[in-house]
C-alpha cells in the first residue's frame, strides 16, 4: 500500500515488560513524527525524525522511551519496563518536507493506523 | 499546557443541518491550522487547512474561518451526512521558519454524530 504502515495493530504487555513498535512511512517522506494518543483526547507528540535524524525528541514522556530511525525510512518506538499509564495508540505520521523549507508549501502529515498498547 | 482547546467535546446534528466546531489558540507562532477527521480503529486524516493570511476557505461541503486578532478558527459542515459522524480534531503547527519539523499540537477533539 501508499499509506503509513504500522505494526503491531493491537499489543498487549505485562507490566514491565519491553515493546516495540514498528512503522513504515510513505516512500519518500523524510519528516517522521510519533504521536500518543491517549483514550478520547487529541494525540500528543513525542518525536521528531528528518531523514535518520532525531531533531526533537521533547516529547518523550520519561528514558523508558526511546524511538530511532537508523536509515531514514522504518522508524521504532521501544518503551522499556512498560507501565499502566503506558496504555495508549502509538500513531506515526510521515510528511515530505523537512526543515529549512521556507515556502508555504503543503507540509500535510499522514497519519498510520496506529498501534493500540495496553499495559496489564 | 494546553495550547489549543476545543469546543464542544461532543455535538449531535440532524441529517442535513450545520456542525460547527470552534478551537482557540494560544500561540501567535502558529501559522498552519488544519482539521482532522478520525474514524474508530483509524488514524487521523487531513479534512482541510488554512493559513492565516486568509479568513475563511472552503473546500465542497466543508469551511473554515479563522480570526487571528482572536486567536479563534472554526469548522463548519454544511449539509451534514450520517458519513460525516466521526471524531474531529484542530490542530495548530508553525510550518514556516521551523527548525524541528512542523510538529502539530492537537485541540481535545470532537465526537460528531449526524443522525439520519
Known amino acids: 500500500g501508499a499509506g503509513v504502515s504500522q505494526s503491531p495493530r493491537y499489543k498487549v504487555a505485562k507490566r514491565g515488560q519491553d515493546v516495540a513498535l514498528r512503522c513504515d512511512p510513505i516512500s519518500g517522506h523524510v519528516s517522521l513524527f510519533w504521536y500518543q494518543q491517549a483514550l478520547g483526547q487529541g494525540p500528543e507528540f513525542l518525536t521528531y525524525f528528518q531523514n535518520e535524524a532525531q531533531l526533537d525528541k521533547s516529547g518523550l514522556p520519561s528514558d523508558r522511551f526511546f524511538a530511532e530511525r537508523p536509515e531514514g525510512s522504518v522508524s521504532t518506538l521501544k518503551i522499556q519496563r512498560t507501565q499502566q499509564e503506558d496504555s495508549a495508540v502509538y500513531l506515526c505520521?510521515?510528511?515530505?518536507?523537512?526543515?529549512?523549507?521556507?515556502?508555504?508549501?503543503?507540509?500535510?502529515?499522514?497519519f498510520g493506523q496506529g498501534t493500540r498498547l495496553t499495559v496489564v | 499546557q494546553q495550547q489549543v482547546k476545543q469546543s464542544p467535546q461532543s455535538l449531535i446534528v440532524q441529517k442535513g443541518g450545520i456542525s460547527i466546531i470552534n478551537c482557540a489558540y494560544e500561540n501567535t507562532a502558529f501559522d498552519y491550522f488544519p482539521w482532522y477527521q478520525q474514524f474508530p480503529g483509524k488514524g487521523p486524516a487531513l479534512l482541510i487547512a488554512i493559513r492565516p493570511d486568509v479568513s475563511e476557505k472552503k473546500e465542497g461541503r466543508f469551511t473554515i474561518s479563522f480570526n487571528k486578532s482572536a486567536k479563534q478558527f472554526s469548522l463548519h459542515i454544511m449539509d451534514s451526512q450520517p458519513g460525516d459522524s466521526a471524531t474531529y480534531f484542530c490542530?495548530?503547527?508553525?510550518?514556516?521558519?521551523?527548525?524541528?519539523?512542523?510538529?502539530?499540537?492537537f485541540g481535545e477533539g470532537t465526537q460528531l454524530t449526524v443522525n439520519p
Open positions: 505520521a510521515s510528511s515530505l518536507v523537512g526543515i529549512g523549507w521556507r515556502l508555504r508549501l503543503n507540509t500535510e502529515a499522514f
Open positions: 490542530a495548530a503547527s508553525i510550518e514556516v521558519g521551523e527548525t524541528s519539523g512542523s510538529r502539530l499540537t
